[in-house]
Protein backbone atom coordinates (compact mmCIF):
# COMPACT_ATOMS: atom_id res chain seq x y z
CA UNK A 1 0.00 0.00 0.00
CA UNK A 2 0.42 3.80 -0.95
CA UNK A 3 3.34 5.34 2.23
CA UNK A 4 3.68 8.75 2.94
CA UNK A 5 6.38 9.61 5.69
CA UNK A 6 6.54 12.81 7.45
CA UNK A 7 9.35 13.52 10.55
CA UNK A 8 7.47 12.75 13.92
CA UNK A 9 8.11 16.01 15.50
CA UNK A 10 9.41 19.58 14.41
CA UNK A 11 10.59 22.27 16.77
CA UNK A 12 10.56 26.18 16.74
CA UNK A 13 10.72 29.11 17.83
CA UNK A 14 7.88 32.08 17.98
CA UNK A 15 8.25 34.46 14.83
CA UNK A 16 10.08 32.08 12.79
CA UNK A 17 9.70 29.35 9.90
CA UNK A 18 8.73 25.96 10.16
CA UNK A 19 9.27 23.19 7.58
CA UNK A 20 6.93 19.93 7.87
CA UNK A 21 7.83 17.45 5.15
CA UNK A 22 5.84 14.43 3.71
CA UNK A 23 7.65 12.05 1.56
CA UNK A 24 6.59 9.91 -0.81
CA UNK A 25 6.53 8.54 -4.47
CA UNK A 26 4.99 9.63 -7.99
CA UNK A 27 4.31 13.32 -6.62
CA UNK A 28 3.77 14.30 -9.75
CA UNK A 29 0.78 13.24 -10.27
CA UNK A 30 -0.90 13.27 -7.06
CA UNK A 31 -2.30 16.78 -5.33
CA UNK A 32 -0.96 16.83 -1.81
CA UNK A 33 -3.13 18.50 1.21
CA UNK A 34 -2.15 19.07 4.58
CA UNK A 35 -4.07 19.23 7.66
CA UNK A 36 -3.75 20.87 10.98
CA UNK A 37 -5.46 18.84 14.40
CA UNK A 38 -5.40 19.91 18.20
CA UNK A 39 -5.88 18.15 21.01
CA UNK A 40 -9.05 16.70 21.07
CA UNK A 41 -10.30 18.33 17.88
CA UNK A 42 -11.32 17.32 14.30
CA UNK A 43 -8.37 17.76 11.86
CA UNK A 44 -8.82 21.26 9.80
CA UNK A 45 -7.68 21.57 6.20
CA UNK A 46 -5.27 23.90 5.95
CA UNK A 47 -3.66 23.25 2.06
CA UNK A 48 -5.08 21.35 -0.29
CA UNK A 49 -4.31 20.22 -3.59
CA UNK A 50 -0.23 21.35 -3.14
CA UNK A 51 -0.76 24.69 -2.77
CA UNK A 52 -4.38 25.81 -2.14
CA UNK A 53 -5.55 27.68 0.97
CA UNK A 54 -8.95 27.21 2.23
CA UNK A 55 -11.04 30.10 3.23
CA UNK A 56 -10.15 31.45 6.69
CA UNK A 57 -6.93 29.83 6.50
CA UNK A 58 -3.89 32.13 6.86
CA UNK A 59 -1.11 33.10 4.75
CA UNK A 60 1.35 32.12 6.80
CA UNK A 61 0.60 28.90 5.88
CA UNK A 62 1.77 27.13 2.35
CA UNK A 63 2.58 24.39 0.41
CA UNK A 64 5.17 23.26 -2.26
CA UNK A 65 6.54 19.74 -3.72
CA UNK A 66 9.74 19.51 -5.15
CA UNK A 67 10.54 15.45 -6.75
CA UNK A 68 8.95 13.01 -3.91
CA UNK A 69 9.10 15.89 -1.09
CA UNK A 70 6.50 17.83 -0.37
CA UNK A 71 6.78 20.57 2.33
CA UNK A 72 3.97 22.55 4.49
CA UNK A 73 5.58 25.94 5.22
CA UNK A 74 4.67 27.71 8.20
CA UNK A 75 5.99 31.18 8.72
CA UNK A 76 5.96 33.51 11.54
CA UNK A 77 5.04 30.42 13.94
CA UNK A 78 2.26 31.67 16.51
CA UNK A 79 2.05 29.59 19.59
CA UNK A 80 -1.61 28.64 18.31
CA UNK A 81 0.20 26.99 15.52
CA UNK A 82 1.27 24.18 17.93
CA UNK A 83 -0.54 21.01 16.62
CA UNK A 84 -0.43 17.72 14.81
CA UNK A 85 -0.23 18.10 11.14
CA UNK A 86 -1.10 15.44 8.38
CA UNK A 87 -0.33 15.26 4.58
CA UNK A 88 -2.77 13.46 2.52
CA UNK A 89 -3.02 12.00 -1.34
CA UNK A 90 -5.24 10.23 -3.61
CA UNK A 91 -3.56 7.30 -4.75
CA UNK A 92 -5.66 6.51 -7.73
CA UNK A 93 -3.86 3.10 -8.54
CA UNK A 94 -4.93 1.44 -4.86
CA UNK A 95 -8.43 0.35 -3.67
CA UNK A 96 -7.97 1.96 -0.55
CA UNK A 97 -7.09 5.65 -2.23
CA UNK A 98 -7.19 8.02 0.42
CA UNK A 99 -3.68 7.44 2.55
CA UNK A 100 -2.83 9.76 5.39
CA UNK A 101 0.83 10.28 6.24
CA UNK A 102 2.69 9.35 9.71
CA UNK A 103 2.04 12.79 11.10
CA UNK A 104 3.91 15.48 12.43
CA UNK A 105 3.60 17.23 15.67
CA UNK A 106 4.98 20.64 16.05
CA UNK A 107 6.09 22.09 19.36
CA UNK A 108 6.09 25.91 19.43
CA UNK A 109 9.41 26.80 21.66
CA UNK B 1 -22.34 27.33 7.68
CA UNK B 2 -21.58 23.68 7.14
CA UNK B 3 -22.14 21.51 10.15
CA UNK B 4 -21.16 17.58 10.65
CA UNK B 5 -22.38 15.72 13.98
CA UNK B 6 -21.37 12.65 15.03
CA UNK B 7 -23.27 10.15 17.27
CA UNK B 8 -23.86 6.70 18.54
CA UNK B 9 -20.21 5.85 19.97
CA UNK B 10 -19.94 3.96 23.36
CA UNK B 11 -18.15 1.05 25.29
CA UNK B 12 -18.93 -2.54 23.32
CA UNK B 13 -17.33 -6.09 23.79
CA UNK B 14 -15.12 -7.60 21.65
CA UNK B 15 -17.69 -8.88 18.65
CA UNK B 16 -20.32 -6.43 19.35
CA UNK B 17 -22.34 -4.01 17.22
CA UNK B 18 -22.68 -0.17 17.03
CA UNK B 19 -24.13 2.02 14.89
CA UNK B 20 -22.39 5.49 13.83
CA UNK B 21 -24.70 8.54 12.73
CA UNK B 22 -23.63 11.35 11.35
CA UNK B 23 -26.30 14.72 11.04
CA UNK B 24 -24.80 17.04 7.91
CA UNK B 25 -26.63 20.36 7.82
CA UNK B 26 -25.57 23.76 5.50
CA UNK B 27 -25.04 22.06 2.29
CA UNK B 28 -26.46 20.06 -0.42
CA UNK B 29 -25.94 16.97 0.89
CA UNK B 30 -27.04 14.42 -1.94
CA UNK B 31 -24.15 15.98 -3.94
CA UNK B 32 -21.65 15.03 -1.46
CA UNK B 33 -18.91 12.03 -1.14
CA UNK B 34 -19.11 11.33 2.33
CA UNK B 35 -16.33 9.37 4.33
CA UNK B 36 -15.51 7.90 8.00
CA UNK B 37 -11.68 8.15 9.08
CA UNK B 38 -10.56 7.00 12.30
CA UNK B 39 -8.18 7.57 14.97
CA UNK B 40 -6.53 5.53 17.06
CA UNK B 41 -5.62 6.80 20.59
CA UNK B 42 -2.36 8.54 20.42
CA UNK B 43 -2.18 7.58 16.62
CA UNK B 44 -2.53 8.93 13.41
CA UNK B 45 -5.99 9.20 10.50
CA UNK B 46 -6.50 6.43 9.36
CA UNK B 47 -9.00 6.27 6.26
CA UNK B 48 -11.71 3.17 6.70
CA UNK B 49 -14.93 3.96 3.97
CA UNK B 50 -16.79 6.21 1.20
CA UNK B 51 -19.92 6.46 -0.36
CA UNK B 52 -20.95 8.38 -3.53
CA UNK B 53 -23.86 10.56 -3.33
CA UNK B 54 -26.79 8.42 -4.36
CA UNK B 55 -24.93 5.65 -1.89
CA UNK B 56 -24.59 3.10 -4.84
CA UNK B 57 -20.65 2.99 -5.01
CA UNK B 58 -18.82 2.40 -1.53
CA UNK B 59 -15.51 1.22 -0.53
CA UNK B 60 -13.74 0.20 2.81
CA UNK B 61 -10.14 -0.28 4.11
CA UNK B 62 -9.24 -3.43 3.98
CA UNK B 63 -9.25 -3.53 7.92
CA UNK B 64 -12.97 -2.94 7.85
CA UNK B 65 -13.92 -4.83 4.85
CA UNK B 66 -16.37 -7.03 5.22
CA UNK B 67 -17.36 -6.11 9.15
CA UNK B 68 -18.15 -2.41 8.52
CA UNK B 69 -21.28 -1.35 6.64
CA UNK B 70 -20.99 2.51 4.93
CA UNK B 71 -25.01 3.85 4.23
CA UNK B 72 -26.69 7.47 3.60
CA UNK B 73 -29.70 8.32 3.76
CA UNK B 74 -30.36 11.39 1.96
CA UNK B 75 -33.79 12.73 2.66
CA UNK B 76 -32.79 13.02 6.31
CA UNK B 77 -28.93 14.57 5.82
CA UNK B 78 -27.33 11.66 7.36
CA UNK B 79 -24.77 9.51 6.75
CA UNK B 80 -24.12 6.09 8.94
CA UNK B 81 -21.90 3.08 9.92
CA UNK B 82 -22.67 0.55 10.92
CA UNK B 83 -19.60 -1.81 12.57
CA UNK B 84 -20.11 -5.38 13.34
CA UNK B 85 -17.81 -8.14 15.15
CA UNK B 86 -15.95 -5.43 16.55
CA UNK B 87 -12.37 -6.03 17.48
CA UNK B 88 -10.02 -4.15 20.39
CA UNK B 89 -8.15 -2.63 17.63
CA UNK B 90 -11.28 -0.76 16.29
CA UNK B 91 -11.12 1.20 19.55
CA UNK B 92 -10.79 4.71 18.13
CA UNK B 93 -12.28 8.32 17.29
CA UNK B 94 -14.22 7.98 14.25
CA UNK B 95 -14.97 11.29 12.36
CA UNK B 96 -17.16 11.65 9.25
CA UNK B 97 -16.06 14.10 6.59
CA UNK B 98 -17.09 15.70 3.58
CA UNK B 99 -14.78 15.12 0.34
CA UNK B 100 -13.94 18.37 -2.16
CA UNK B 101 -11.92 16.88 -5.06
CA UNK B 102 -10.07 14.04 -3.43
CA UNK B 103 -9.16 15.98 0.21
CA UNK B 104 -11.32 16.42 2.99
CA UNK B 105 -12.52 19.81 3.66
CA UNK B 106 -15.43 19.51 6.59
CA UNK B 107 -15.27 17.02 9.65
CA UNK B 108 -17.92 15.68 12.34
CA UNK B 109 -16.07 16.73 16.30
CA UNK B 110 -15.79 12.84 16.06
CA UNK B 111 -17.61 9.95 17.88
CA UNK B 112 -15.04 7.80 20.40
CA UNK B 113 -15.21 3.88 20.19
CA UNK B 114 -14.14 1.77 22.68
CA UNK B 115 -14.28 -1.97 22.28
CA UNK B 116 -12.88 -3.73 25.44
CA UNK B 117 -13.70 -7.33 27.33
Known amino acids: SYVLTQPPSVSVAPGQTASITCGGS??????IHWYQQKPGRAPVIVVS???GRPSGIPDRFSGSTSGNTATLTISGVEAGDEADYFCQVWDSSSDQPYVFGTGTTVTVL | EVALVESGGGLVQPGGSLRLSCAVS????????MHWVRQAPGKGLMWISRINGDGRSTSYADSVKGRFIISRDNAKNLLYLQMNSLRVEDTATYFCAIEWLQSFHYWGQGSQVTVSP
Open chain 1, 26 to 31: NFGVKR
Open chain 1, 49 to 51: HDN
Open chain 2, 26 to 33: GLGFSGQW
